[in-house]
DNA sequence: AGCGAAAGGGATGATGCCATCCCTTTTTTC
DNA sequence: GAAAAAAGGGATGGCATCATCCCTTTCGCT
């Protein structure tokens, strides 16, 4: 089985980081820490695949450059046979070559950071060995959360949110079909009825949705 | 139906505190918008009854307190009949009063910011008007993400790993009886079930787990 | 020895979601 | 105007989860 350990302070962050693993293997056990302390502690009990860190820890002044270069060289001495992947919400080329040079595999910016990129950096890290994800502001449309969506409706609004301009909805379910291993006529209905239900609570829905 | 705005930059975060703001209420709609422009598009086209803020969005210096003030300043502006919460980074009392004095009804730090404590911050608001959570590492214990376990189970592994200290586990299963509103005897059956599957799989639990 | 707490597993019906197939009507596009 | 795309709805079986009830065994404590 796959194991992976994700090392953030902010509870909410930790979650998502963790869901965004979990949802990148088939078998895998994900396990948080909030600082480096339990971080190490987990190093000694287990052995880990991947570690996800940001380096903006309890103890540490995130804005020191030498503090967060500290942070990741500690964790990467504790588990050097892991893959790690530095998250962070104040990124820069510069950094990113840092932790490059003292053994990470990944650099991500929060900004940007996307639902799905994960797989897309481990990919990257494969064949490369090194990926890079810089923070962008590039959203057009906003998210849309409605409590009477299944979670499969969701996932259809997010995906048509976040489509390609230009490109024909037919051509959308097709691209659906193909990443939920579904019919497209099946993500067709999906979204049909979820936009149904959006609209039918009074919600004015942006044009592209 | 209920209507709240998430203004964030952060990708996972936005979303993380969309479903905090979903699960905390019945029938409800959350959009998010990752710019402060984005935002006010959203207050142009309809009303909000909730409003939560990272004040720290692009285009603006998130180390400055003016800058940070004035993207308060502007959302509150744009929609005065809404109850407006600040989420941060970097939390304290001082930005704390300043927001309060501008017409934020709550402000919550990102570390220590567990699911669920949005119902409690919203408790707080409409009882006493304003509610202050500041971050806090608290953390004894590491977070369990296991791809194999259902929904359910992984809730009250999540409640047993942060429950007090000293507690019966038979008072824990009465607790997850109640907030999930099912027999005690079921969330017992959950546990023992979510335990064995991340056992079976070769890892060594920490105690209390 | 007795008792309660905890571990561990098996069987059950109800429910909601998933995924598919079907159909009609309206709008857009060439 | 014809054809394609899109909107809109209805019905279906399969399946995983939910929630409950049942049972046995082990351990720790008094």
Redesign the pocket.
Known sequence: MFRALVVEDQNLMRLALMDQVRASFENCLVIGAETLELAIHEFEKNDFDLVVIDPGLPGFDPTSQADRVVVVEKIIEASPSAIHIVVTGSDNTSEAAIFRRIGASGYIGKTGFEPGVFSDVLDDISTKGFSVRLSRVAMTIPDYRYSGL????QEVIDMMSHREPGM????I?ELM?ER????A??AE????QA??KL?KHGHRLPQGL
């Open positions: 299944t979670p499969r409706e024909t909805r037919k051509q379910y079909g939920l291993s579904i019919d006529g099946s209905k999906y979204f049909k936009r149904a609209m």
